[in-house]
């Protein structure tokens, strides 16, 4: 018997050894994750969700009216509540097969793994946020609103240039705060608040001017929290789109075109329009600053 030729050993030497390391080499582990390739078919009830036969939603805490009533996501009431358990319904998930997450608002939107299915908390559907996440169809077509006490400068301003020298709050990571820097460009530095909670108790105790919030929030802070205070006027929308509110997602989840479907179904059948009749109906037209 003839030993192999030098070139034969070297090549089985090397099969060899290369077995040898994909054996030992470290496995990938394996993720309960749904992946977005995975080719899910929105089957009713039966999504791939973070936990397994029911639905995950996160807003944040307090749980603003008219968003939602008497500071509880799982009541129904109030038209985010009622939008969430209307989406929930769509992917086939009842009340009951509901639980709610508190989530910070900045946190829904921030880069990082999700532990709900969707947040829902009045989250502007931008370019810059979609880097990090998924969005759904929008479920609300939203402007941006200046809040002032009756009586003041703020509040006889009629357009954006009479709000220059007004110092303005917003809450931090809010689209309200991104009309007054790159729309308003007040000659002095917004101030920012890590909820809206603070902002009204700031334009209250008058170290703010004024507040810019949603249309919603402002008819709400007007009508019932701040009685003295006035809608100063609404801004025109920035671009050719509304700006929408949409629910939030992990980045490329798989449930991401199932919850659109739902979302947008909810607003071919009029159910959208429904809600934001019945918990939205004092957001009509306010004054148009220019």
Known sequence: MHPAPRALRRAAAVVVLLAAAVSCAPQPEASDRPSASGGNTCEKGKLATENSGRLTIA????????????DDPAGGKGFESAVAYAVAEQLGYGKDKVTWQTVPFNKAFAPGEKTFDFDINQVSVSEERRKAVDFSSGYYDVRQTVVALKGS??????????????KLGAQVGTTSLDYIDDVVKPNQAAAVYAKNDQAKSALKNGQVGAIVVDLPTAFYITGAEITDARIVGQFENQGGTP??????????SALTPCVSRAVDALREDGTLAELEQKWLSDAVDAPVLK
């Open 59 to 70: 807003t944040d805490e307090p749980a603003y009216e008219p968003w939602f009533k008497d």
């Open 243 to 252: 700006e929408q509110f949409g629910l939030v997602l992990d980045k490329g």
């Open 153 to 166: 400068k703020a509040a006889k301003a009629k357009s954006i240039a009479d709000l220059k020298d007004v």
